[in-house]
């Protein structure tokens, strides 16, 4: 430990060790009389920390990134348009179990994650056209955000 901290811990963090570290490993594999090798040893352990970095690294891209940016890449606004066309078309042809969905106006969607806008628009839309709802044409939907939000893509429905 205290060959590795004259080269930095940093360093054991990139994969940059101390050799004493599989000499030691070495020794270790001799006493047990295995086959494997003390530099073989601190490959392996040397790729699994650089997967946990990028693992690591690829989190910090989600949370700073794709909960804002992303919205906006993917379609956020044209969620919330189409979102806007459900709740003016209202409860009509739905059941009474989806009226508790239409307690919610824009601003109210507009205040949640994506992902809860995505499910709320999600199950109205897929009530609405499992009731055979003929859509006007300026309430389809497009493709791409058919996809985003996990809906099939019916050419009834779309644009």
Not at 66 to 91: F, I, K, Y
Request: net charge positive; proline share 1%; charged share 30%.
């Amino acid at each position: 430990m205290h060959d590795q901290g004259l080269i930095s811990w940093d360093n054991f963090m990139s994969g940059i060790w101390s050799s004493r570290w599989s000499d030691i490993q070495d020794v270790y594999y001799k006493t047990k009389r295995k086959r494997n090798t003390g530099h073989r040893w601190a490959i392996k352990v040397a790729t699994r920390l650089w997967d946990l970095k990028k693992a690591q690294w690829d989190h910090r891209n989600l949370v700073l990134y794709r909960t804002q940016a992303g919205d906006v890449l993917h379609g956020r606004m044209e969620l919330l348009a189409a979102c806007q066309c459900e709740l003016d078309l209202g409860l009509y042809p739905l059941e009474d179990i989806y009226s508790s969905y239409f307690d919610n106006d824009i601003d109210t969607l507009d205040g949640q994650k994506t992902y809860d806008i995505k499910l709320w628009f999600a199950t109205i839309r897929r009530a609405r056209e499992a009731s055979d709802y003929e859509y006007r044409q300026d309430d389809k939907i497009s493709d791409s955000l058919c996809k985003w939000v996990g809906l099939r893509i019916d050419k009834a429905h779309r644009r």
